[in-house]
């Protein structure tokens, strides 16, 4: 945990992709290290990121649009989605930031930031 801690404190990022060899296995948010990991106890130190990681991970595939892309952030309501191949390996991570400065749409992005954000 302590040194996924220091790779998103160094890279100035919240999420980070898990993966066993070149498969997606989890993702592991700031958010997952504090309430799975120092909330309840664990040494930060010791505790591996299995243990605080999200093992069913949302993601959508390479050849897929953005539109369809938005959609599924929407409907899950996150806010970074891992991107893989036809054989689940990552090849990438959007984020709703990257919708607004890779196409230039920030409509698209403000309404799919609403269905994010939906209680």
């Known amino acids: 945990m ?3 801690a220091r790779l998103m404190s160094e890279n100035d990022i919240g999420m980070l ?6 498969r ?3 993702t592991v948010t ?5 309430i799975r990991g120092v909330a309840q106890g664990a040494d ?5 990121v299995r243990d605080v990681m999200t093992g069913e991970v949302v993601c959508c595939f390479e ?3 953005i539109d369809e892309v938005c959609r599924v952030m ?3 309501q996150i806010r970074r989605i891992p991107i893989v191949d036809q054989q689940k390996r990552l090849v990438g991570i959007v984020a709703l930031g990257d919708v607004v400065v890779r196409t230039g749409s920030e409509l ?3 309404e799919t930031l609403e269905k994010v954000s939906e209680p």
């Open 2 to 4: 302590a040194e996924v």
């Open 17 to 22: 992709p898990v993966c066993d060899q070149d």
């Open 24 to 26: 997606l296995i989890g």
């Open 30 to 34: 700031d958010r997952d290290l504090v």
């Open 44 to 48: 930060p130190n010791q505790t591996s």
């Open 63 to 65: 050849n897929q649009s």
């Open 74 to 76: 929407g409907e899950k």
């Open 108 to 110: 698209r992005a403000g």
